[in-house]
């Protein structure tokens, strides 16, 4: 089953990210920006549950933009359960936030994606997108990223 995330899913959501960035992420701040994304109108956290086991999310993202001139959709994290992977949860998140996407106005999903991560390009491929764009990255907090790495 999808569903629109509660409070209630931030230790389980939390989980999903720090296993997608293979990190721990400061946790404090994770559930202010968690609880922040639940409140705030142009961003939906969807869930994938089953027996009451949050199992999958996807955090998306929506927003005009200039260059379009229309409203645009952007996945911002899509991580399933180790466990899960490949038995069709990340597809059935994408086709809820694409139709989400859509019946919020958007004529476009968009999905920035590590470059490390060959699975998931090849999700998304499946999925019907194509590589367009490129992105482009640079700290900002005092230290220089020298290379693409996942985790510290």
């Known amino acids: 089953m999808i ?6 899913d931030m230790e389980s959501v939390y989980s999903l ?7 721990a992420l400061d946790k404090n701040e994770f559930e202010k920006i968690f609880i922040e994304h639940l409140k705030c109108g142009n961003k939906l956290v969807l869930i994938s549950e089953q027996d009451n ?4 999310v996807l955090n998306l993202r929506t927003e005009y933009q200039l260059h379009h001139c229309a409203k645009i959709a952007e996945i911002m994290e899509l991580s399933v359960r180790e466990g899960y992977r ?3 949860i990340g597809k059935e998140l994408f086709d809820a936030a694409c139709q989400r996407a859509k019946d919020s106005g958007c004529i476009q999903i968009e999905v920035c994606c590590n470059q490390l991560r060959t699975g998931a390009h090849r999700f ?3 999925e019907g997108m194509h590589k367009f764009h490129y992105k482009f990255s640079k700290g900002l907090a005092g230290q220089a990223i020298t290379e693409n790495r996942l985790g510290l």
């Open 3 to 8: 569903r629109t995330a509660l409070e209630k």
């Open 17 to 23: 990210i720090c296993d997608m960035e293979q990190k």
């Open 53 to 56: 086991e949050v199992l999958g």
């Open 86 to 88: 490949s038995k069709g």
């Open 124 to 126: 998304y491929e499946r």
